[in-house]
């Protein structure tokens, strides 16, 4: 039966609402939601929901989905510039001061040398998301950036992108879920992210995750600094 979830606050298409209705749902995740906010009359907004389980299919990128990873870049704005080149080149001044074209390059050669850093999130066959995940120390820019020590048994969630159209839905959860699964099948020791505090940023600025989508994975802060956070999941016991 029909059931009314309320959640004290969530963001919704990068705006933070104090109040939020979802009617008929199992489970939020699950949850196609459409919002009708009447500002005017004063009233919460309503987020009438419902179940509409998407087909999602987790794959790690290969030699052979290349093209698809190219594809889904090509359709995200964001993704279009920066070809989730950010932690491969050396300094953040030198991330900055390169242009989409050479961002690309980067990226070409990384194929080029046969790696692959994450995984591809598939919808009716078509890439919807992506998340850049691998060893921790094959980054050492994340460990520079955060003040870590080198540790071979971490795996770095460094990147997470779900194209608009797909937003609001759940997939997130459920992309980082079906990583988090695979990663754990590798014998890896632990996984990290590196989200931005708190809610209400712009899409292009939550580009390594927001913080919500650990949070609600178990992942555990463990060092926050002037913008972002340390998130960590351990693997195991």
């Known amino acids: 039966s029909d059931r009314e979830v309320v959640l004290d606050q969530v963001e919704l298409g990068g705006a933070a609402l104090r109040e939020v209705h979802a009617v008929g749902v199992g489970h939020l995740d699950d949850a196609v939601v459409h919002l009708d906010l009447d500002e005017r009359a004063g009233h919460h907004p309503n987020v009438a929901a419902h179940t509409e389980r ?3 299919r987790l794959e790690r990128l290969t030699k052979g989905r290349e ?29 900055v001061a390169q242009s989409p074209d050479q961002h690309r390059e980067v ?36 460990a520079e950036t955060f003040s870590l020590e080198p540790d071979p048994d971490t795996w770095a969630i460094s990147c997470f992108m ?29 996984v990290e992210g590196y989200p931005l505090h708190g809610i209400g ?5 939550v580009w390594t995750g927001p913080e ?20 960590r999941f351990e693997l195991v016991p």
């Open 54 to 56: 998407v087909d999602l």
């Open 67 to 95: 093209a698809d990873f190219l594809a889904l870049m090509g359709r995200d704005a964001h993704g279009g510039e920066c070809w989730c080149s950010a932690w491969w080149v050396p300094t953040w001044d030198e991330y």
């Open 107 to 142: 990226r070409d050669g990384l194929f080029a040398r046969d790696v692959h850093d994450g995984y591809l999130a598939y919808v009716g066959g078509a890439p919807v998301g992506w998340v850049q995940a691998g060893p921790r120390d094959d980054l050492p820019k994340i």
């Open 162 to 190: 779900v194209l608009v159209p797909y937003r609001g839905q759940g997939l997130g959860h459920r992309i980082l879920a079906a990583a988090i699964d695979d990663i754990r099948g590798r014998g890896v020791s632990a």
């Open 201 to 205: 940023h712009e899409a292009e600025e």
């Open 212 to 231: 919500s989508l650990y949070v609600a994975a178990g992942f555990t802060e463990r060092d926050r600094g002037p913008r972002r956070a340390v998130y």
